[in-house]
């Protein structure tokens, strides 16, 4: 069994601070069951001892000393900032959000959605929401925000159809920054599941395919059938990817699947580069942080055409790599299949 002792003795104020919608002994002890612990002794006077929510290890108060086989624990420092204070609560509250930032975060996420959505984590913390709750809000909001295009572009770049579509451009940019809050709350408030992992994944599928249709239909003529068959393409590629992670125990987890020419041994941050290099930025506008906020200016603009092509580029760009990903694994040994 692993034993850490957390010792609050003189620092009872620090102990009872809440810090992104939990008291920090709370999160020392998270975060110290997330490390492998099992077992924690807290020294804490018994007036200043918070009722605590079940954890995944068991948790005992205490007047003594640390017994000879605990790890001391620092109860006062988050995210690398000792906290004695509300001014130094509030800089390790910032550190801890920034370090929900990613190494394999996209151009769109770097440079506008993070900037966003850090700063409504933080309420939404203190709410007492959970990461499934805005899931399902920024479900909401994309499956409005498809509608709104829909019906806007049937009636021109006029009067209300302009205004719909403007509001479109708005609530599927809110849609993609609620995507990022929902990931940022699960890590700040230590509220991970295999459930919100697959919802959140299933949610930006069908809110990505409904904004193609919903482009499709408001452009209209021809395009409205290719973005049906478009529509198939990318619920079959959705599909096969769902399997597969399925298949090796990670269910929901799209950023586990490994294509056909992804290296065994790349971590995210080499396959998802988000560097300002030619290749990277051609490559962004197939990641949904990139063709998601290209949705929106084109829903602000009320010029329609050119989002309607990036979504069905990526539909169908992805549908040819699925079929080439079948090909290829189907030739593969079974032994070297794992992940694919």
Known sequence: MSTVFVDYAGREAVAAMRLGGMSIVERVLREAAQAG??????????????ALPTLALAVEFTDGDAPADARPVAGDVIAGVTIADGRSRRRAERALLQACRRSYDGLGDTYVIRPVSLRLTPWFARAGLTPNQITVANTVVGALACALVAWGGTRGTAGGGRAALALGGAAIFLQVVLDSCDGELARVRHLYSSFGRTLDNVSDDVIDIGMTLALGWAVGGWWWPVAIVSAVARASCAAMIFRAVARIGKPGDVLAFRWFF???????????????????VLRAFGRRDVYTLVWAVC?????????????LI???????????HRVVRA???AAQRAGM
């Open 37 to 50: 612990a099992t077992r924690a002794l807290v020294r804490l006077a018994a007036a200043a001892r918070p």
């Open 262 to 280: 992804d290296r065994a041994e790349a971590d995210l941050a080499d396959r998802f580069e988000h560097k300002l290099t030619p290749l990277a």
């Open 299 to 311: 829903g602000f603009t009320g010029v329609l055409l050119p989002g309607l092509i990036l979504g």
């Open 314 to 324: 990526v539909a169908f760009g992805y549908f040819g790599l699925s079929i080439v």
């Open 331 to 333: 030739r593969t040994p």
